[in-house]
Nanobody
Framework: VQLQASGGGLVQAGDSLRLSCAASERIFGRYGMGWFRQAPGKEREFVSGWKRGDTYYADSVKGRFTISTNNAKNTMYLQMNSLKYEDTAVYYC???????????????????WGQGTLVTVSS
């Protein structure tokens, strides 16, 4: 499975962005999906996950970010609203076949990763 992430950019605090992650094949229903991010000098962290319709969010983005999927386009999205300076990072999408719910937040559980898209939020 190949993943292509896009949609990053430079925005001001309070703005919105929508990230996209296009998969090279049909994966929904068989895979769990997630978004992670890595800020400069920090470790990669979980942002949001999706598994068979159940959604998961890090506390830092809950209420501001929304994960969704478009099965017809083999694409998942991350709608990011009310962006903050601390949301600045490279965002990665990832998928895993047979992902179990208890591991949705673990980067090591994912087998396939996109190349990352940079989100920069100016304060």
């Amino acid at each position: 499975v190949q993943l292509q992430a896009s949609g990053g950019g430079l925005v001001q605090a309070g703005d919105s962005l929508r990230l996209s992650c296009a998969a090279s094949e049909r994966i929904f229903g068989r895979y769990g999906m997630g978004w992670f991010r890595q800020a400069p000098g920090k470790e990669r962290e979980f942002v949001s996950g999706w598994k068979r319709g159940d959604t998961y969010y890090a506390d830092s983005v809950k209420g501001r970010f929304t994960i969704s999927t478009n099965n017809a386009k083999n694409t998942m999205y991350l709608q990011m609203n009310s962006l903050k300076y601390e949301d600045t990072a490279v965002y990665y999408c990832a998928v895993a076949p047979g992902l179990i719910s208890s591991r949705v937040r673990e980067a090591s559980a994912y087998n396939y990763w996109g190349q990352g898209t940079l989100v920069t939020v100016s304060s």
